[in-house]
T-cell receptor, first 112, second 115 residues
Framework: AQSVTQPDIHITVSEGASLELRCNYS??????LFWYVQSPGQGLQLLLK??????LVQGIKGFEAEFKRSQSSFNLRKPSVHWSDAAEYFC??????????FGAGTRLTVKP | DVKVTQSSRYLVKRTGEKVFLECVQD?????MFWYRQDPGLGLRLIYF???????EKGDIPEGYSVSREKKERFSLILESASTNQTSMYLC??????????????FGDGTRLSIL
């Protein structure tokens, strides 16, 4: 079965600074990878997904993620963070089954 | 756009009550899911359904049951609510059984408090 680890529970960045959120997965075959964002009191919104092809994936709200098979990683990046990006971010991994595993989440705080 | 609607945003119930959480999706998705979200634990799958009247246990099914009588509706039932079931509950749906690379689409969640 697949699993995913988000090593950072909480990250604080200044507005305008770059952001990288880490995600490491475990799965024996090619995984399906997703990043979701959750604003306070809301459900999860899909930012981007990877399942094949170009390993650099563009998403909504200016986010991108890079799939690195050798490192079993799928880190989320944004070149310049806005105050409205403050939220919780979840990485998820799926495989050739109905099972999708979510990380514990990384809470992002944006300083003015 | 996919719309997943959970019937209540906030719910307060008493210990021992039977609690129903309702979820409806409008995109004719085969798969539907119920998760529980707790701080530091991420999302944990309670049950999922891949078709009408079909269900599969997830990681934490104890104390819960589900019902899927119609394709668009997936209900989570707490048979006898306990305080340790106080949590945020999230419903999700996904297109097409077998197309595992499709993302799940989430409702806004129900924050359930058991007193």
């Amino acid at each position: 079965a697949q699993s995913v680890t988000q090593p950072d529970i909480h990250i604080t960045v200044s507005e305008g600074a770059s952001l990288e959120l880490r995600c490491n997965y475990s799965y024996g075959a090619t995984p399906y990878l997703f990043w979701y964002v959750q604003s306070p009191g809301q459900g999860l919104q899909l930012l981007l997904k990877y399942f094949s092809g170009d390993t650099l994936v563009q998403g909504i709200k200016g986010f991108e993620a890079e799939f690195k098979r050798s490192q079993s990683s799928f880190n989320l990046r944004k070149p310049s963070v806005h105050w409205s990006d403050a939220a919780e971010y979840f990485c998820a991994v799926g495989g050739n089954n109905n099972d999708m595993r979510f990380g514990a989440g990384t809470r992002l705080t944006v300083k003015p | 756009d996919v719309k997943v609607t959970q019937s209540s945003r906030y719910l307060v119930k008493r210990t021992g009550e039977k609690v129903f959480l309702e979820c409806v999706q409008d995109m004719d998705h085969e798969n539907m899911f119920w998760y529980r979200q707790d701080p530091g634990l991420g999302l944990r799958l309670i049950y999922f359904s891949y078709d009408v009247k079909m269900k599969e246990k997830g990681d934490i099914p104890e104390g819960y049951s589900v019902s899927r009588e119609k394709k668009e509706r997936f209900s989570l039932i707490l048979e006898s609510a306990s305080t340790n079931q106080t949590s945020m509950y999230l419903c999700a749906s996904r297109q097409d059984r077998g197309r595992f690379n499709q993302p799940q689409h989430f409702g806004d969640g129900t924050r359930l408090s058991i007193l």
